[in-house]
């Protein structure tokens, strides 16, 4: 790795986390618009300017590298199974509309990012489009993807580990997993993040053994495995409402790639280079994700090897692929890229997130503060860890499953895409009036139009529970927001 990447891979938090001191712009988008003088509605982008403490390091190559380290390539081995059964033996399928979602949504980002080069991500987007109400909301709506993340990600190392020592319960796995990210997080980041390197490429090594030894097991056993254009598309088995919900599962290994926005202020280009880092993120990782599903559906295409057990679909997939070596393997690196080195990314992001937040008036201040030693917003760390032992438990006495416990993250990071889409339509398309030329018109209107419906259809389709959780959040939020305001009288500062 160049120094660079190190850089950038150890900065990526702090960019996050002085997002609300983003400092204004210098001069407004469009002049017109600016005029209009809307206190709830700021529309001058976040330029860098004399005195902002973030240093324009990072390349594209960069931001790709920390994006994957977060997205995990493997990720949708801890999913298969689900997605298998929701999609009628195609998952391959859904992770491409997955993809298709995802894209829209990318130039959405694109856009976005260059009229507001700030690292708030899409609540400072919203914010400055819509008002100061809908930014929160938006906010509100990244807390409860991120909220959840950590107690998720624990909930599928502990059943890969779990499927190979069944003898250990799973509550004891997931705490086990906690304390270990707990720890790290308290002590500091430098360690984690060179660590997080090596994981990446033991990830990789993982994903091209298992391709490669179920191509070799396809080949030798053409009776029951095939390379089968239905393993991808089988119309007779193809059933919208499943097919969607398969989707809304999916779209888990998809959804982080908006946190490369969190480093738009230490991009060398600020208004292009994070563009092009997601899309070439988001393609990179749609082939391996594609790759690994296919082939695992083309070893087993009926699903014989996991009937009744989905949670562990993958892993018995990797043994009939090439013995109990593989499934040890592909458990052993999904538990550890999950519940360790994800856990630490994530966990230290949503705490930035929190940070940001809190700086802005939005949650309480004592999540502001940060520990100079760890240069990490501390407070916030710990409360991220007590929150993950408590949704631990009521994830496990409740019954509620892994995945659904996906989909409610999901729900809450397609929820602030359907907003992201809609942003750039009233921002591009009604008030800078951006509509000359056939770029203009798939930019502004037709493909985050597309983006928006998308993702709002996958949203509705993650099932009653998550829904149901998904929406009281969003009261909750409403009336969280109205306390602040109305009787706290707080001003609210979302970059």
């Known amino acids: 790795m160049t120094e660079g990447t190190t850089k950038g891979t150890a900065a990526?938090?702090?960019?996050?986390?002085?997002?609300?001191?983003?400092?204004?712009?210098?001069k407004a988008p469009v002049k017109a618009h600016a005029a209009s003088g809307a206190d709830d509605h700021p529309t001058v982008a976040t330029n860098k300017k004399k005195g902002d403490p973030f240093k324009q390091t990072l390349t594209v190559k960069d931001m790709v590298v920390w994006g994957l380290i977060t997205m995990v390539p493997i990720s949708p081995m801890a999913v298969y199974g689900g997605v298998f059964a929701d999609s009628g033996g195609m998952p391959t399928l859904a992770f491409l509309i997955g993809f298709v979602a995802v894209l829209f949504s990318v130039f959405s980002f694109g856009i976005m990012i260059q009229h507001f080069p700030s690292s708030g991500s899409i609540f400072t987007y919203v914010s400055h489009v819509f008002g100061k109400a809908p930014?929160?909301?938006?906010?509100?709506?990244?807390?409860?993807?991120y909220l959840v993340s950590p107690a998720m990600v624990y909930l599928i190392a502990a059943i890969a580990i779990h499927s190979l020592v069944p003898d250990i319960p799973i509550l004891a796995l997931c705490f086990g997993f906690l304390i270990i990210v707990g720890v790290v997080s308290l002590i500091g980041m430098k360690t984690a993040m060179v660590v997080n390197k090596i994981a990446l490429i033991a990830q990789l090594v993982v994903l091209a053994?298992?391709?490669?030894c179920g191509i070799i097991y396809i080949v030798g056993h053409p009776g029951s495995a095939n390379f089968s254009p239905e393993n991808i598309v089988n119309?007779?088995?193809f059933e919208f409402g499943g097919t969607m919900s398969a989707v809304s599962l999916a779209v888990m290994s998809y959804v982080g790639?908006?946190?490369?926005?969190?480093?738009?202020?230490?991009a060398k280009d600020p208004k292009h280079g994070p563009s092009r880092a997601m899309l070439i993120m988001s393609i990179v990782l749609c082939v391996l994700y594609v790759a690994q599903c296919f082939i695992a559906t083309c070893v087993d295409p009926s699903g014989a090897a996991f009937q009744g057990d989905t949670d562990n679909a993958f892993y018995a997939v990797a043994k009939l692929a090439a013995g109990p070596w593989l499934m040890v393997i592909c458990a052993v690196g999904v538990a550890l890229a999950q519940g360790v080195f994800t856990a630490i990314a994530q966990q230290n992001s949503i705490a930035f997130v929190m940070f940001t937040m809190a700086k802005g008036g939005c949650l309480p201040k004592f999540m502001a503060k940060?520990?100079?030693?760890?240069?990490?917003p501390l407070n916030a760390v710990i409360f991220i860890i007590c929150l993950s032992i408590v949704l631990t438990l009521?994830?496990?006495?409740?019954?509620?499953?892994?995945?659904?416990?996906?989909?409610?993250?999901?729900?809450?990071?397609?929820?602030?895409?359907?907003m992201l889409n809609l942003s750039v339509i009233v921002f591009c398309w009604f008030q800078l009036k951006e509509r000359k030329g056939a770029k203009a018109v798939f930019m502004h209107l037709i493909f985050p139009a597309l983006g928006g419906l998308v993702c709002f259809a996958i949203m509705l389709s993650v099932g009653d529970i998550a829904l149901a959780v998904?929406?009281?959040?969003?009261?909750?939020?409403?009336?969280?927001?109205?306390?602040?305001t109305k009787v706290l009288k707080r001003q609210i500062d979302l970059g």
Do not use: C
Not at 12 to 26: D, L, M, N
Not at 135 to 145: E, R, S, V
Not at 410 to 417: D, E, I, K, P, Q
């Open 370 to 376: 940060m520990d100079k030693r760890t240069n990490s």
């Open 394 to 418: 009521v994830f496990h006495f409740s019954g509620i499953d892994m995945n659904t416990v996906v989909k409610i993250s999901n729900f809450g990071a397609l929820s602030t895409y359907v």
């Open 12 to 26: 990526a938090p702090q960019t996050a986390s002085t997002a609300s001191a983003a400092p204004a712009a210098e």
């Open 209 to 212: 053994l298992f391709v490669g």
């Open 135 to 145: 930014g929160f909301i938006a906010g509100w709506l990244m807390l409860l993807q």
């Open 235 to 237: 119309p007779a088995k």
């Open 470 to 484: 998904g929406f009281i959040f969003i009261l909750i939020g409403i009336v969280y927001y109205l306390v602040l």
């Open 257 to 266: 790639f908006g946190a490369i926005a969190t480093l738009t202020q230490e």
